[in-house]
Nanobody, 127 residues
Framework: QVQLVESGGGLAQAGDSLRLSCAASGLAFSRHAMGWFRQAPGKEREFVAA????????SYADSVKGRFTISRDNAKNTVSLQMNSLKPEDTAVYYC????????????????????WGQGTQVTVSS
């Protein structure tokens, strides 16, 4: 079975940085695009960032563009999310997800595009 395990969440103050990591197993990691989503209390899960299977292209939600960076290391089967200049509105549970398809040429951004999900890691940002 596919297993995605997020780590790196925690407490931070506005302006601080955190780095999230997702370790994948049970799938051909290098063939799948990967993404990060987040869900705040009382809100729907929203797209944060995605990266193609090759790592050559990335996409970001407007709310995090310029502050967050997604990257992957196919040799280690990991995908990371570097979060800088954190804001209280970044507070959410962050989820790692793997694309349903192999070698997708476009960047997926909808939850339905992703077939496997991690359990999430909490990020809390205080003002």
């Amino acid at each position: 079975q596919v297993q995605l395990v997020e780590s790196g969440g925690g407490l931070a103050q506005a302006g601080d940085s955190l780095r999230l990591s997702c370790a994948a197993s049970g799938l051909a990691f290098s063939r799948h695009a990967m993404g990060w989503f987040r869900q705040a209390p009382g809100k729907e899960r929203e797209f944060v960032a995605a990266i193609t299977w090759s790592g050559t292209s990335t996409s970001y939600a407007d709310s995090v563009k310029g502050r967050f960076t997604i990257s992957r290391d196919n040799a280690k089967n990991t995908v990371s999310l570097q979060m800088n200049s954190l804001k209280p509105e970044d507070t959410a549970v962050y989820y790692c997800a793997a694309d349903l398809l192999y070698y997708r040429s476009t960047l997926p951004s909808k939850p339905a595009d992703f077939g496997s999900w991690g359990q999430g890691t909490q990020v809390t940002v205080s003002s």
